[in-house]
Every structure is written in C-alpha cells, then in structure tokens.
C-alpha cells in the first residue's frame, strides 16, 4: 500500500514538475504549431477566443490546471471542444497548459 | 527625294495613340485576381490566375485566423474580414489598404449585398450582425443576435440572397434569421426558431433559392426555402449518422460554397470520414462516399463534375477528389501537411491549394491532377478568386 502510495506521488510529482522536460525540441515545436494553428482555428490565433472561449494566461489563471488538462484530453460534452486524447498524451496537453497559462510566445 | 511630312492633325493622333497605348499596358483588368489570406502575419497577398503569379501583399489587416473575402461587382475591391472584428477594405489593382474598421470583438464571416452597396460581417463578440456602407465602410445598421432571456448568441453562415436580404444562424439560439435591407438603416427580420442544434455555418444555392445550416449539436441540416418563407424549417438527413459513434471533431467543416452536381449535393459529414450526397429533389441521402478523414471543404468545380475535399487534423495533409457521376474517389493527392483551403479558377481547368506548414500555395491542373505552379507565401489559408463578386452567396 505505501509502495503504492509513494509511487502514484512520485508520478505526480513527476507528472507536475517535470511537465514537457522529457519533450524533444521537435515536438515542442510541433506542439506550438498545434497551439497557434489548430487550437486556434476555434480559439483564435492569439487566443483572444472565438467559438471556444479566450485562452489567455488571465483567462486561464483562476481554473485548476489539471482541470485544464483534463479538458484538452476528456474534451467538453455537449460543446466543440473535441477530446485530444487520440493525438496528444497527457504529458504533452500539460506541457500545452503550461504554455498557455505563460501565455504563447514563439518557441 | 520627297520630306515626308505629316499633317498636324495626323500627329496629334498618332501621339494620342502612343498616349491610349501605353495607358492601355499600364491598365489592368481584375477578374483573373485572387486573394490569399496570410492568417498568421495579419496580411493578404495578391495573385493572378492567368499567369498564376504573386502581384503584391497588403499589410496591416490584423488577426486573421479564419480569414475570409467577399468582393465589389467592379472585382476592384475585396472585403476582408478577420477573426478580430476587423472589416478591410483592400484595392486589389492599387494594393492598398484602403479603409478598416476594427467593428466588433470577435468576428467569423461577411457577406456583400445583392446591390454591392452594403457590407455585412457576422460577430461572436458581441454576437449580431453589424452592416457597413461598402463604399466608405461607415456604419449603417446593428443587429443584435439576441435571444431566450437576454442573452446574444454567435452567429455564423452569414450569406446574401436576393432581394436585399441577408441570411444567417445563430450557434447558440438555434436559429436563423431572414434581414431584409430594402430600408438599409432599418432592418426588417423573420426569424426562424428551433432549426437544430449548434448551426455550424449556412449555404445559400447559387440561385439564391435554399438557405441550409449545416447543425454540430446533432446530425442533419436545416433548410429553409426562401422562395416560401411561410413554409418554415425543414429539417434534411435528420439521421444520416444514427447508431454509428461520432468521432471527435478537431475543425469544423465548412459549408460556404454549394457543391453541386446536376441535382445532387456534396456536403461534409460531421464528426465522419465521408461525404454526404443529397437529392435535391427530394431533400433525401442519396449515397455516402467514404473518404480519407473528416471534411472541412467540399467544393464542386465550376462546371460539377468533380468534387474536391480537404481534412481536418490530423489528416489535413491529403486531398481527393469525387468523380459526380460515379460518385467514386478518382484521386488522393497530398500537396503537404496544412491544406486549409482549395479554390477553383473561374472555369474550373485550375484549382489554387493552400498548404500552411509548407508555406505553399499549389495550382494543380483539375484534368491530369498535375501540379504546375508553386508559389511562397506566409501561412496561407483562404484564397478567393475575384470571380465571387458575381455568385450569389459567395
């Protein structure tokens, strides 16, 4: 039970404080792509919203961020929000939070 | 030896022509222009399609992912409206940014009246339709998208239809409005309520007769017979994905452009790998063309033989194309990863592709499927060629 214990804390540690570290460059690169040109076909370019809401850092900062995470993997029930979960791994819809919450600068 | 010598008269001619002459190289006409939005670096670039050569770029349009155009009858100026409330105005012979006005918080789409003289641009924030002088981009007309208690909705699918009226949907009422602008500063409005779930977007048939919002909240289209308003909604292909699992949608389709061949209509599934096929006789499915991924564009050359389709993410590197007869695929191309957008030349012999991630527009001939001409450009997503100014709808 504590074997189990500490290790589901330690992969949420890891999950929470190394988020993005084990991404190469590339797909950082690929991600942010992903961030600017598909996320923001609905949220807007500049994440300013559009038929999905605003995602910038002072919209974001008040919402729990594994909530948030969550949200790019489950998607949002009965709106346009599609699950990311068949592209994305958690690690890397994290690492997106991040970028988001910092607010986009180019990579 | 005799001088020659000439009468004045003569000279004055002959200098005049030399005058009309140059003029004449220095002229230009615009019905073989294009206008290719560059979302990411706020500008639009300036093509021909007889040559297919890049003219010019105009700067300082802002923001503008989900780009679009609309255009003058005179094809000199291009309407475009960008995702942040931006309405431009751009002189495509002068290439010049010739008036803009930032209109709302958040926009997606505008239309030109069946006049020229008005524009209309469809907002999200704060969600209406807000009409402009096309000719001096000063406000005409506000019309809030209001609805239940107090509240504005999104609106999308605006088009222009005849009889001065514009036509769109509201994404969170549910409903579609009729504006008629015979008094431009004083719309009239019919509202149709309860069309369906979360309209996506709307097409008008290129005779200005049916009005179809495509619906994202549940499967079918909604159609409205504009020729007899009084006749309501009919709700078309109510259950044309029932039982099956919807796949997550990670761009939504886009129904600007009617596809059309003979009496049958190509419109993109949501949430499925296939186009659907609708008898517009009877408004019923007509067949199902399964296809490489979730349609965003499904575009009838000028002359309906083929249908061209693009994809969402993760499959917007390929393009195929429909042969309407047999309602077969007849080619997949992949011109590069980020198709956003495929236009046709006027008659249809060409079609313009814009790849994003590659940085590309590609011109592919529609017959042998060649690809003949790649040109630079930033980011590329919509193109509009200068032939819309002429097509209901578009």
Request: charged share 20%; glycine share 10%.
């Amino acid at each position: 039970m504590s074997r189990w214990l500490s290790a589901s804390v330690l992969s949420l540690l890891c999950m929470t404080a190394f988020s993005g570290e084990t991404l190469s460059p590339q797909r950082r690169a690929q991600l942010h792509d992903l961030l600017v040109q598909d996320c923001g076909s609905c949220h807007g370019l500049t994440m300013h919203g559009g038929l999905g809401p605003a995602l910038l850092p002072a919209s974001l900062r008040d919402k729990p961020r594994e909530l948030l995470i969550d949200t790019v993997m489950n998607g949002r029930p009965d709106t346009a929000m599609p699950p990311w979960a068949p592209l994305l791994s958690r690690d890397e819809a994290a690492w997106m939070i991040d970028q988001l919450r910092k607010g986009l600068t180019s990579p | 030896m005799k001088a020659l010598r000439f009468h004045p008269a003569l000279l004055l001619i002959l200098s005049l022509a030399i005058v009309v002459n140059v003029r004449a190289d220095a002229l230009r006409g615009s019905g073989d222009l294009a206008l290719v939005v560059e979302r990411a670096s706020g500008t639009v670039q300036i093509v021909e399609t007889s040559g297919n050569t890049s003219l010019c770029r105009v700067d300082g349009l802002g923001d503008l992912s989900h780009a679009s155009a609309v255009f003058s009858r005179d094809q000199r100026y291009a309407f475009v409206f960008g995702r942040d409330g931006g309405l431009s105005k751009v002189d495509m012979l002068t290439c010049k940014l010739v008036a803009r006005t930032l209109q709302a918080g958040n926009s997606i789409g505008g239309a030109i009246s069946q006049n020229g003289r008005l524009v209309a641009v469809s907002n999200y924030e704060p969600g209406g339709v807000r009409v402009f002088d096309s000719a001096t981009l000063e406000p005409v007309a506000d019309i809030p998208a209001t609805w239940g208690e107090n509240q504005t909705s999104k609106v999308i699918g605006l088009v222009d239809a005849p009889g001065q009226r514009f036509v769109f949907s509201l994404w969170d009422a549910g409903e579609t409005w009729v504006a008629d602008m015979h008094d431009p500063a004083h719309p009239s409005i019919t509202k149709f309520t309860g069309i369906g779930r979360n309209p996506y977007d709307g097409l008008i048939t290129p005779d200005g007769r049916y009005y179809i919002a495509g619906l994202f909240g549940e499967d079918g289209l909604a159609l409205i017979d504009l020729w007899n308003t009084d006749a309501g909604v009919k709700r078309i292909l109510p259950d044309y994905g029932k039982g099956e699992e919807k796949l997550p949608v990670y761009k939504m389709p886009h129904l600007e452009g009617w596809a059309i061949a003979g009496r049958q209509a190509f419109v993109p599934a949501v949430g499925r790998h296939e186009v659907l096929v609708i008898d517009m006789d009877t408004w019923q499915l007509a067949g199902k063309i399964p296809v490489h991924g979730q349609p965003v564009f499904v575009m009838a050359r000028p002359d309906g033989r083929q249908v061209w389709v693009n994809f969402a993410v993760p499959d917007n590197d390929t393009v195929q194309v429909i042969d309407t007869q047999t309602l077969k695929l007849v080619k997949t191309l992949q011109p590069g990863k980020g198709v956003l957008h495929m236009e046709f030349e006027p008659r249809g012999e060409q079609v313009w592709v814009s790849v994003r991630d590659l940085d590309q527009l590609q011109v592919y001939d529609t017959e042998t499927f060649e690809k003949l001409v790649t040109l630079p450009a930033q980011k590329p997503s919509g193109i509009f060629t200068t032939a819309r100014a002429m097509r209901t709808g578009l």
